[in-house]
C-alpha cells in the first residue's frame, strides 16, 4: 500500500496544493513554518480520521476559510485505486468518503490505510500523565481489531453513564444498587476483554522494541515497559465491588481499565527520570518502529511511516543508523520532514533507493 497523490485545500497554512508522492522515501524540507508538518498530518487525517496534533477540527481550517478538503489517492492490492477524502467545515459535522461513499461510522475506516507516525510531540508519551499513553496502546490495536475499538467505545459510554449516576446519588441523597450493576456488568465484560488484548499487545510489540533500540543506540542500554493494571491479582468484578465506597465519595469510577498506564524503563529506571533527551527521542523512536512492525505483521502489508522532524537531538551515528533503517524496502512507503537539505542529500544520494525531495513552501494556487 502507498500514497500516490495528495491534495490539499484550506488546510492550515494552505490554500491548495497537489502533490504526487514516490512509492519509496518522500522528503520535505523546509524552514520552520513553511507546513512541512502540516502535510504530514494531512496524511494522518486520511488514516486515522482526524489530526495528530489537534483534538478540534475546525482549528485546522485556513484562516478566514469555510472549511477544509484533503483528498488522498492511495494504492492497495488487490482493489487498486482508493479516493480518500475529508470533509470539514465550520459549525459542521466531519464527513469522510472512500470511493465517494460516505462512512456511516468514522471508526469504520480505521484500520484501512494505517500508519505509524514518529514527532517531536511524541515526547508527550513520557513527560505527560497516563491518558496520553492508554490513547497510545488504543490506536495502535484499533487498526487492526474493530472489536476492540467497539468495546473501548462502549466502555467509555458505560462508564459516562455509571459516572453520571453515582454524581446523581450523591446530589439527591440517595442510592440504587440495581441501576449501578446494569452498568457494572458492562464495564466488567467489556473491560476484561479490552485488558487482555492490551496485555497481548505488548507481550507482542516488547520484544520487538528492545530489538529496535539496541540497534539505534549500539546496544548501551536495556529497556522495558511495564504494564501497570487494576484489573490484575483479583476479578474486576471484585475490584468493583471493594471500590463502591469510594466511588460514591469521589462520585466517579476509581478503579477499572480507564485507569491503565505504561511505565517506560531504561535499564531498571524510568526513562522520564533518567534518560537524557536523546535517549529518550531513541526509545520513542524505537517504539513507534516496532509499532510499524507489529502493524505490518498484523495487517500483511506495510503501513505508512511519517517521521517528523526526527533527527534534531540524535547523535550522527544515531542518524545513520536510523537512515539505514528505514531506506530498507521493508519499510515501504517514507516520508521525512527536515530542515537541512544538506542533510537529507548527504544521506540518501549515497545510497541505491528511490527518493523524491520536495521543497517547501510549494507553488500555491491561491497565487
Not at 486515522?48 to 475546525?58: G, N, R
Not at 459510554?157 to 446523581?168: H, P, W
Request: charged content about 25%.
Amino acid at each position: 500500500m502507498f500514497l500516490q497523490k495528495l491534495t490539499v485545500h484550506n488546510f492550515k497554512n494552505y490554500h491548495q496544493a497537489d502533490f504526487l508522492f514516490s512509492g519509496s522515501i518522500n522528503c520535505f524540507i523546509g524552514n520552520n513554518g513553511m507546513g512541512k508538518t502540516n502535510l504530514l498530518d494531512a496524511i494522518h487525517y486520511l488514516s486515522f480520521c482526524k489530526s495528530y496534533f489537534s483534538p478540534v477540527d475546525t482549528l485546522n481550517i485556513r484562516h478566514d476559510q469555510e472549511f477544509f478538503a484533503l483528498l488522498g489517492t492511495f494504492i492497495k492490492k488487490p482493489d487498486g485505486e482508493n479516493f480518500v477524502q475529508c470533509i470539514q467545515g465550520r459549525n459542521q459535522r466531519k464527513r469522510f468518503l472512500l470511493n465517494k461513499k460516505e462512512y456511516d461510522r468514522l471508526s469504520d475506516h480505521i484500520g484501512c490505510f494505517p500508519l505509524v507516525m514518529i514527532s517531536p510531540y511524541d515526547r508527550d508519551l513520557i513527560n505527560e500523565g497516563s491518558e496520553i499513553r492508554r490513547r497510545y496502546m488504543d490506536s495502535v490495536i484499533s487498526q487492526f481489531d474493530k472489536i476492540y475499538l467497539d468495546d473501548l467505545i462502549n466502555y467509555n459510554k458505560a462508564l459516562m453513564q455509571r459516572n453520571s449516576l453515582l454524581k446523581m446519588f450523591a446530589e439527591k441523597h440517595v442510592f440504587d444498587n440495581l441501576v449501578l450493576e446494569v452498568w457494572d456488568e458492562q464495564l466488567i465484560r467489556l473491560g476484561e476483554s479490552i485488558h487482555q488484548k492490551r496485555k497481548e499487545f505488548l507481550e507482542q510489540i516488547i520484544p520487538i522494541f528492545g530489538k529496535y533500540f539496541s540497534l539505534i543506540s549500539g546496544g548501551s542500554e536495556s529497556v522495558n515497559i511495564g504494564y501497570r493494571t487494576q484489573i490484575e491479582g483479583k476479578p474486576f468484578r471484585e475490584k468493583l465491588t471493594e471500590s463502591l465506597m469510594n466511588d460514591k465519595f469521589a462520585q466517579y469510577t476509581t478503579v477499572g481499565i480507564h485507569k491503565d498506564d505504561l511505565d517506560f524503563q531504561m535499564d531498571g529506571f524510568p526513562i522520564k527520570k533518567f534518560g537524557s533527551q536523546g535517549q529518550q527521542k531513541s526509545f520513542l523512536i524505537s517504539l513507534k518502529l516496532a509499532q510499524f512492525d507489529f502493524t505490518r505483521k498484523t495487517k500483511g502489508f506495510n503501513p505508512l511511516l511519517l517521521l517528523d522532524d526526527i533527527f534534531d537531538k540524535l547523535d550522527d551515528s544515531r542518524v545513520q543508523q536510523l537512515i539505514n533503517l528505514v531506506s530498507e524496502h521493508n519499510f515501504g512507503q517514507v516520508f521525512i520532514t527536515d530542515t537541512s537539505e544538506e542533510r537529507i542529500l548527504r544521506n540518501f544520494d549515497t545510497m541505491a533507493i528511490e527518493h523524491k525531495i520536495f521543497r517547501l513552501p510549494v507553488c500555491d494556487k491561491s497565487s
